[in-house]
């Protein structure tokens, strides 16, 4: 059984950061991509960051530049620096991950940004 769990959401002020980790567990014989998506309420889930295995990176317009995507592989974990929050970054982040050549999804952790 594989999992995705993420933490490292919360409430901050705009112009604040946040890191987001994402550990896999279970069975894994092989990650390819992990990203990074979000949803705010009444819109679709978004992509935000993803990252290859061989660390080949891929941004949304609305966040280059303040967040950066890494990944651990010796860890199997992703992690999301988020720096220069705005209030539209406010939304439900999920994390997401090929492993054994299936998708999962983590189960959500929401980011807060107050003006």
């Given amino acids: 059984q594989v999992q995705l769990v993420e933490s490292g959401g919360g409430l901050v002020q705009a112009g604040g950061s946040l890191r987001l980790s994402c550990v896999a567990s279970g069975s894994i014989f092989s990650i390819n991509a992990m ?3 979000r949803q705010a309420p009444g819109k679709q889930r978004e992509l935000v960051a993803v990252i290859t295995s061989g660390g ?7 966040v280059k530049g303040r967040f950066t995507i890494e990944r651990d592989n010796a860890k199997n974990t992703v992690y999301l620096q ?9 939304a439900v982040y999920y994390c997401n991950a090929e492993i054994n050549w299936r998708s999962f999804w983590g189960q959500g952790t929401q980011v807060t940004v107050s003006s």
């Fill in 35 to 37: 990203g990074w998506y």
């Fill in 56 to 62: 080949s990176t891929n941004y949304a317009d609305s």
């Fill in 82 to 90: 988020m720096n220069s929050l705005k209030p539209e970054d406010t």
